[in-house]
Nanobody
């Protein structure tokens, strides 16, 4: 059973910083690309950032220069460092990863349960 478990969300003031984490756990053969998406109230889920196993990154224009995605391959964990947060960054942040379970050794996408990030004074 593969699980993605996010942590680190919370309430932060505008201009502040927050880091969210996501660990892939279970019987895992391999982990490929990992990334973050977010969904604000009454809006569709949108792409935030993505990182390959080799460390190549991609960001949404709205977060470039403010957010940094990184990963620890030994821990199957991806991080999202969010700086200069704005009220419009308020959303549930979801982790997504391409994971190959041990039983199949075939990569497919998995989602975490989400973690709330609220930017408000």
């Amino acid at each position: 059973q593969v699980q993605l478990v996010e942590s680190g969300g919370g309430l932060v003031q505008p201009g502040g910083s927050l880091r969210v984490s996501c660990e892939a756990s279970g019987s895992i053969f391999g982990v490929g690309d990992m990334g973050w998406y977010r969904q604000a109230p009454e809006k569709q889920r949108e792409f935030v950032a993505r990182i390959t196993g080799g460390g190549s990154t991609k960001y949404a224009d709205s977060v470039k220069g403010r957010f940094t995605i990184s990963r620890d391959n030994a821990k199957n964990t991806v991080y999202l460092q969010m700086n200069s947060l704005k009220s419009e960054d308020t959303a549930v942040y979801y982790c997504n990863a391409e994971v190959a379970p041990l039983y199949s050794r075939s990569y497919s996408g998995f989602w975490g349960q989400g973690t709330q990030v609220t930017v408000s004074s």
